[in-house]
């Protein structure tokens, strides 16, 4: 099983589009792993079906006993975070301002503060539109610990990759070049960059290849609407000659990418001649892979 993080360093490049058309050209071969947890939009695409579903729990959060509680404020003055407000006489926990650090159980001097299992949010595991597993979880309003639902997702998608004999695990990654992004690369096998004729996105390629390289993880390249931007295209083109970065695919500017989406259906789904591109890319990441031990 070989696993595969798309991954953009900036938003808007048509990452997820592009990671949806793999996979539906993947079909049953691959386990699909949404990894982009903090804004998870795939499933507008691939529309699984929810079928499974856990919560999950990252980290601690402070709780008084008010029954046990002095109201002595200690805790309240010590908090670095001001997670304990006073409010109709008593003092209570904000949990949106709690860090879950635990120093106002140390100095509570009646033990009336206990730190709960915090919960994070949901991983669900799907059926798609195309028979495929998908691996996916949606982060509650306000939660943290992306990483650690990353990795949370990432070892399912594995588990599920083993248990079915699947040739491939295809994952859509966050953007940017954080936490998330870093537990998504752990354990890759080939990342694809997707990328944009502009100056943040050329800006965006070389601090997520700088992160990528680290890791020694091979990597191929999407130029997506390589047409609205020729010279800026150019300087793509020397910057993955330079790193020795494949050159996987140039992509034209194609209204059918935003009409395909508000269908929720990806382009490989169309018949927009950009479907034959992301066919014969598909092939060719699967040479590339093929070429990995
Ligand atoms: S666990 Fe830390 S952040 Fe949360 S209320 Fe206690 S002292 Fe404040
Ligand atoms: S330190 Fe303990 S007793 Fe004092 S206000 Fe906080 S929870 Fe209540």
């Not at 610990?145 to 399912?156: F, I, P, Y």
């Not at 020694?216 to 790193?243: M, V, W, Y």
């Amino acid at each position: 099983m070989k696993e595969i993080v798309v991954l953009s360093g900036k938003g808007g490049t048509g990452k997820t589009s592009i990671t949806a058309s793999l996979a539906v050209l993947a079909g049953t071969d691959a386990i699909v792993a949404d990894c982009d947890v903090d804004a998870a939009n795939m499933h507008l695409l691939m529309q699984p079906d929810f079928a499974v579903s856990s919560e999950f729990y990252s980290g601690v959060l402070a709780e008084i006993d008010q029954s046990v509680c002095t109201q002595c404020g200690i805790c309240s003055a010590k908090c670095r975070f001001d997670a304990i407000p006073f409010v109709n006489n008593k003092y209570v926990v904000n949990p949106l301002a709690c860090e879950g650090c635990g120093y106002c159980q140390k100095v509570c001097p009646v033990g009336a503060i206990s730190l709960l299992d915090r919960k994070s949010g949901h991983l669900y595991i799907s059926k798609t539109k195309v028979g495929s597993t998908m691996v996916h979880a949606r982060l509650d309003i306000a939660a943290e610990n992306s990483g650690k639902l990353v990795a949370k997702v990432k070892s399912e998608a594995q588990l599920q990759a083993n248990n079915q004999s699947k040739a491939f695990v295809i994952v859509d990654g966050s953007p940017g070049i954080g936490c998330p992004v870093v537990s998504s690369l752990s354990g890759a096998n080939y990342v694809v960059l997707v990328t944009e004729p502009t100056v943040s996105g050329l800006h965006d390629l070389e601090r997520i290849y700088g992160v990528i390289k680290r890791f020694r993880i091979k990597a191929g390249c999407i130029i997506n609407k390589h047409d609205i931007n020729p010279q800026k295209t150019e300087e793509i083109l020397e910057f993955l000659k330079s790193e020795g970065i494949v050159h996987l695919a140039s992509i034209p500017y194609d209204i059918a990418f935003t009409e395909s989406m508000t269908q929720a259906q990806t382009i490989v789904e169309t018949n927009s001649s950009v479907k034959n591109t992301l066919i014969e890319t598909w092939s060719r990441i699967k040479t590339e892979i093929s070429k990995i031990n």
